[in-house]
Structures are given as C-alpha cells and as structure tokens.
C-alpha cells in the first residue's frame, strides 16, 4: 500500500523528474562552462538588463544565496558584470562574452527542449506545463 502511495506521490515524483532533466541540461551545457541556473540567469539578465539581485531572484525564483553564488563565477568568467547603483544597490548586466555565450546555449537549449518532448504530443505538453504550473503557484 505505501509503495503505491510512493509511487503516485506528485512531490517525490517532480523531485526525481527535476534531477533526471538537471543532469541532462547540465550534461549538454557542461562543454559551454555553465550550468542550467546559470543558463537562466543569462536570459534573465537579457530580459531584465541592469536589474538588482532581488529582482533577478525574484524573476527566476532562486534564492538570493544562490544567485549570488553563481553571479560570482559568472563574474569571474567575465560573462557578467555588477555596476554599483544609488546606495548599497548592485546592478547586473551582461558582458559582450556573456551575451556571445548565450546567443550560443540557445540552439542547444532549443534542441534539449526539441529532444525532451519527442514523442509527447501537443496537447500532452499543454497539459503538463498547465498541471506544473498550477502546482508551482503560490
């Protein structure tokens, strides 16, 4: 009876599906020097160029002790940069070898989506992202 419940138990499942599809990503980005949360945090700094710290965890929901971790070594890579602002306030914005980079990750995080929804069908995807979604809000 339990390893039914187990088996059928969204969180546990949604955790091992989140490791399974971060060893993936991880794996196809690992010859570019970046990780999936860094992948993200790119787009995001694309999206929302010169945003502040909070704002950047905010948008990609990461805690802010983790994006200032991976915001380090991205600075290091010399992939980002962090301009003082008014106050104690830091900005965040992509360097020329950060965007590069990204212009680059793109075509494989299209072909690792491409990859991973082989054989799922349209309206399967639709209601996976709508079901992840609907679990996801706060």
Not at 108 to 116: E, P, R, T, V
Not at 122 to 138: M, S
Request: glycine share 6%; aromatic share 6%; net charge positive.
């Amino acid at each position: 009876m339990l390893s039914d419940d187990l088996s059928r138990c969204v969180v546990l499942n949604i955790v091992v599906a989140a490791r399974t599809l971060l060893r993936r990503y991880d794996a196809r980005l690992k010859p570019y020097g970046v990780t999936v949360q860094q992948f993200a945090l790119l787009g995001a700094l694309r999206a929302y160029p010169c945003a502040p710290v909070a704002v950047l965890a905010e948008r990609i929901v990461l805690d802010r002790t983790s994006l200032t971790r991976n915001l380090d070594l991205m600075e290091r890579k010399g992939l980002v940069r962090r301009v003082a602002a008014a106050g104690n306030l830091r900005l965040c914005e992509l360097t020329g070898k950060g965007e590069a980079l990204l212009e680059e990750l793109i075509p494989q995080w299209q072909a690792s989506k491409a990859d991973l929804l082989h054989g799922i069908s349209d309206e399967d995807a639709d209601t996976f992202f709508k079901v992840v979604r609907h679990i996801a809000r706060d």
